[in-house]
């Protein structure tokens, strides 16, 4: 499955733009289905739901506990838990999407309050917060491409780097992101569209190789 907020091991730079633009291009809404087949029993389709929303899940959870560790903990108790709660989710009430950020970041409060402590950072916070998270998985390489995304998020104008902050970092869907900026859903997605354009021409110009 794959680790939320980080390149794949032993991945370089190319593999790392790639891994971001990939991950912005999957922000869509899910549809409720997926939920009924897993409240009947379907692990492929928690597997599926996990590889969608596990990264932003645990976007949700490092913002909130500032320690990527304890944010691995949190995905896997939130999949479990959705594994059990399938069955109660009311599409009527919300969407797939927001109902498993609420359950990630209920987790995660429940865990600083085990441990006393609050968040870390505000639900604003700035791009350099999500995309310089250490871990110990990762090597300098791919902490030099995090900053590197840092940077070019920076760049973005600023419409377009409020639309990927609230997908990427707020985990918002698209529609719900819209709704929250008093946007059209098509005047959203051109954006998103426009962003990613922009951040693949940006993380090029960033390429190491570009410096040369």
């Known amino acids: 499955m794959d680790r939320a907020l980080a390149p794949p091991p032993r991945a370089g730079y190319a593999e790392s733009v790639s891994f971001l633009l990939a991950w912005i291009a999957r922000l869509f809404d899910v549809e409720p289905a997926i939920l009924t087949e ?126 990927i902050e609230l997908m990427y970092f707020e985990g918002m869907s698209q529609s719900e992101a819209a709704e929250h900026l008093g946007a059209a859903l098509g005047t959203f997605k051109s954006r998103v569209r426009a962003a990613m354009g922009r951040l693949g021409t940006l993380l090029d110009e960033l390429a190491p190789e570009a410096g040369r």
């Open 38 to 163: 897993i409240a009947a029993g379907d692990t492929a389709a928690l597997r599926r739901l996990y590889d969608r929303l596990g990264p932003r899940v645990r976007a949700v959870a490092t913002r909130a506990l500032g320690n990527a560790s304890d944010a691995d903990d949190v995905v896997q108790e939130t999949f479990v838990e959705v594994w059990h709660r399938a069955h109660t989710f009311d599409p009527t009430r919300g969407s797939v999407v927001s109902w498993v950020t609420m359950l990630g970041h209920r987790r995660a409060i429940d865990r600083l309050r085990r441990r006393g402590t609050r968040p870390t950072a505000s639900p604003g916070g700035t791009p350099d917060d999500a995309t310089t998270t250490d871990s110990p998985h990762e090597t300098a390489e791919q902490r030099q491409a995090r900053a590197r995304i840092a940077a070019a998020l920076a760049e973005l104008p600023a419409e377009q780097r409020q639309a």
